[in-house]
């Protein structure tokens, strides 16, 4: 395709036509030029290819696909490999059902268990959620199939998420909102990337110039095309000039007729214009550069989705009554052991060619099943609990199969509370006391409080594991898989813990995040408070050994590397895998910082006996924090934990290295600049004593009647001081005249 050629022959009306979409899943074919149609369908954990027909609520019916685990279940394999996989079958499914661009994967920060679509997200950790995001992308396009990265930018609940505006402080959206997209966009450079419906600090995602232009092309080198998520736009000539270059599904032709409008007016320049047609045409000349493939083995598909869900299991607690023995008696309880929850509402729901719940894979000679409760309804059942609890009474275990029924989250609106329903928990708690051996396994897409966790022996967290997860939970009870999935969220006791919690939702459209950096883990670390399960937690059948953490160095500047290595064993008697966690824990200096961020992470399998040794290299964004004055990422001087953990609490070998920052930033002294900041630079101290004798406050007699600690006074009196001060408190001995030839000396005195 000779793209330049085409725009030029096209007219104003085809050019502002194939900016928005033909329907609800294609963009405009340009005929008489040779220009095809792109095919998008959701995402993003398995394909929703409606007909020409369709809707993005999730209610329209869509070619029988299958639904592999959702997002908060593969940001728990916390494994590369596994999302990469994902991502090039979904790839190979696009192709033979002629998707061009997949709208997935979705990186939303998990700012609070409520958001009503945490299901499709990954984490509250924005390093992990813009790995699995990349890992994904590159696995769907290397089968040169399109991604769409989502939902770009701040989109983290579901309440009024139209109109509300995110209000959010400069650091915190570069060092978590952007942050979970940042790595992803650098790395895996996906074909799209879909805006969202909110606002960001009072402008909408779809007319936000500073990202969509500024940092996703300008900072980050995004050369693809920006997609409205659909219904996004509101001023389609603005969005335009912002970088908004397709929108979807489109508007019947009546903000095509705007940009021409526009054009016309000379409001918004042709050339504009041109860079998102060009835009649009690059990615639909990606497009046809790979051909329709057969139709695809969806069997095949179904068990890999039955392994991923396997590795994605997160073991919360286990009192010694996991793996279940295959001649035990076992009871199921719980409606979801027959019909598991294992996807969630909304755009993302897939019509799964089948399905394999837990019950149907059980051996009927050692198992029995009762249902326990109806998961449509919260009403306790006596005479289902009475059923449940005689099957826990003549089993040596329970397992419950629990978790939140589809009304309790999905896309469109949020969750009003973080409980499980009633019934449920009543079931629990019954059971619990009629067998002491009590497993209870979660299908869930957010943290729930478990005030029953005292009383059960067991709690695996299946989260929504796809169409094949009730194999796979028999593959991990039995123990045929070693569970590795750890949490990439916290699971606090009660939803107040929660830092979000005070401001979530809002007021009307307007929704501060106060809290600023401390999402997730930042927060409940650095508060030091108690979690039911911390971020990074998760069991394992077998145990492995972290020793011998070595650093390639003691000291470094912040330009160079550093490379970590520590050595893994498994000293269990099973197979399986593990994860390591590299947590950098920065000094405690003028900056406010968490106590450790998570800055890498492996998965490794490991055979009884078996080591290997892990490593991870370390450049200075794993040490910085976005200082806002100088606009820019920096990692300052001094000494940084490097930490290997099995969870954000469970710190199992640190080390530390000093670093030294090449470029120190020079601090301008003024007349409001104090003391304490001005001691700072290293060659202030001849200075400073000159105009402090000056000053002649050395009263000693002042400082000693005022009792204990005066020294200290003095000394934060003066250190607090800003210098025009020095006039008043020398009583005219120092004169403004001496102070401007103090700041001129010192702000010559080099750069520090
Ligand atoms: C959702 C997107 C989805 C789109 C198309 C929107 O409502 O927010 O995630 O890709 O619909 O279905």
């Known amino acids: 395709m000779d793209i330049r050629k085409i725009i030029e022959e096209m007219t104003l009306e085809e050019k502002a036509g194939l900016c928005s979409g033909a329907d609800f899943w294609h963009t405009k074919a340009v005929e008489r030029l040779g220009v095809k149609r792109i095919t998008m369908s959701d995402g993003p954990h398995g394909l929703r290819r409606q007909e020409e027909e369709g809707d993005h609520l999730g209610m329209g019916g869509s070619v029988p696909a299958v639904c592999f685990p959702a997002g908060c279940a593969t940001a728990a394999s916390f494994d590369r490999e596994l999302i990469h996989m994902l991502g090039e079958e979904l790839g190979e499914e696009c192709r033979a059902e002629g998707v061009n661009v997949l709208l997935g994967p979705a990186a939303n920060i998990k700012r609070s268990p409520l958001c009503g679509r945490n299901f499709e997200y990954f984490s509250e950790d924005p390093y992990l959620a813009s790995q699995m995001a990349a890992n994904y992308i590159k696995g769907v396009q290397s089968k040169g199939v399109g991604t769409s990265l989502k939902h770009f930018l701040a989109n983290n609940q579901e309440h009024r998420r139209m109109s509300s505006s995110s209000e959010i402080d400069e650091r915190t959206l570069r060092e978590i909102y952007l942050a979970a997209f940042e790595e992803a966009v650098k790395e895996s450079k996906p074909w799209t990337i879909m805006c969202s419906y909110n606002r960001i600090n009072g402008t909408y995602a779809a007319e936000n110039k500073k990202f969509l232009t500024d940092v996703l092309r300008g900072e980050w080198g995004f050369d693809g095309f920006v997609v409205s998520d659909w219904g996004a736009v509101n001023n389609r000539p603005a969005d335009l000039t912002a970088g908004l270059d397709l929108e979807m599904p489109g508007s019947f032709g009546m903000n095509d007729e705007k940009i021409i409008e526009a054009v016309k007016a000379g409001i918004l320049s042709e050339e504009a214009l041109n860079t998102a047609v060009e835009r649009i045409l690059r990615i639909v000349e990606k497009s046809y550069a790979v051909d329709k493939t057969a139709p695809y083995d969806k069997e095949a598909s179904h068990a890999l989705a039955r392994k991923m869900a396997g590795e994605c299991m997160v073991l919360l607690k286990n009192e010694g009554v996991l793996p279940l023995s295959k001649e035990d008696k076992v ?119 478990m005030p029953w966790i005292n009383k059960v022996k067991a709690v695996l967290e299946v989260y929504l594991g796809g169409q ?138 490991l055979a009884p006996g078996e080591s290997k040794t892990v490593s991870f290299v370390l450049s200075k964004r794993a040490f910085s924090y976005f200082d806002t004055e100088i606009g820019e990422f920096r990692a300052p001087s001094g000494e940084y934990g490097i930490e290997i953990g099995a969870s954000s609490r469970n710190i199992l070998q640190s080390a530390s290295v000093k670093l030294t920052e090449s470029k120190s930033r020079r601090l301008k002294v003024g007349m409001d600049t104090i003391f304490l900041d001005v001691l700072k630079l290293p060659d202030a101290m001849p200075l400073v004593n000159e105009i402090v004798r000056k000053m002649d406050v050395a009263d000693a007699g002042s400082a000693e009647s005022m009792g204990e600690g005066a020294a ?41």
């Open 331 to 449: 009871a199921f309880i719980g409606e979801f052991a027959e019909k598991p929850r294992y996807q969630g509402g909304g755009s993302s729901h897939i019509n799964s060619f089948k399905t394999e719940s837990a019950w149907d894979g059980a051996n009927k000679a050692y198992v029995t099943y009762a249902r326990g409760y109806f998961a449509g309804e919260d009403k306790t059942d006596e005479a289902l609990i009475k059923e449940a609890v005689e099957a826990a009474k003549a089993a040596k275990t329970a397992v419950v199969f629990a978790g939140l029924p589809d009304s309790y989250e999905s896309e469109g609106y949020d969750r009003s509370h973080m409980r499980m329903p009633d019934c449920q928990n009543a079931l629990i708690e019954a059971v619990s006391e009629a067998n002491p051996n009590t497993v209870v396994v979660l299908h869930n897409g957010s943290p729930v409080e």
């Open 468 to 605: 094949a997860v009730g194999g796979a939970t028999l593959d991990v009870l039995y123990g045929d898989v070693n569970p590795s999935g750890r949490l990439a969220e916290t699971f606090p006791i009660q939803l107040e813990d929660n830092p979000s919690y005070l401001y979530y939702r809002g007021e009307g459209d307007t929704v501060e995040y106060r809290e600023g950096i401390f999402v997730g883990y930042r927060y409940y670390d650095k508060k030091k408070m108690e979690v039911l399960f911390p971020f990074g937690h998760g069991l394992s059948y077998t145990e492995f050994s972290f020793t011998n953490l070595k650093l390639s160095a003691a000291e470094i500047k912040d330009t160079d590397t550093l490379e970590v290595t520590v050595d893994v064993k498994n000293i269990g008697s099973r197979a399986g895998k593990t994860v390591v966690q590299l947590y950098v824990s920065p000094p405690t200096g003028d900056v406010i910082r968490p106590v450790r961020e998570l800055k890498g992470f492996e998965k490794i399998f």
């Open 712 to 752: 200290e006074m003095v000394e934060s009196v003066l250190g607090y001081m800003p210098l025009h001060a020095m006039v008043s408190f020398s009583g005219g001995k120092v004169t403004f005249a001496d102070i401007e030839d103090f700041i001129r000396r010192i702000n010559e005195g080099g750069d520090f």
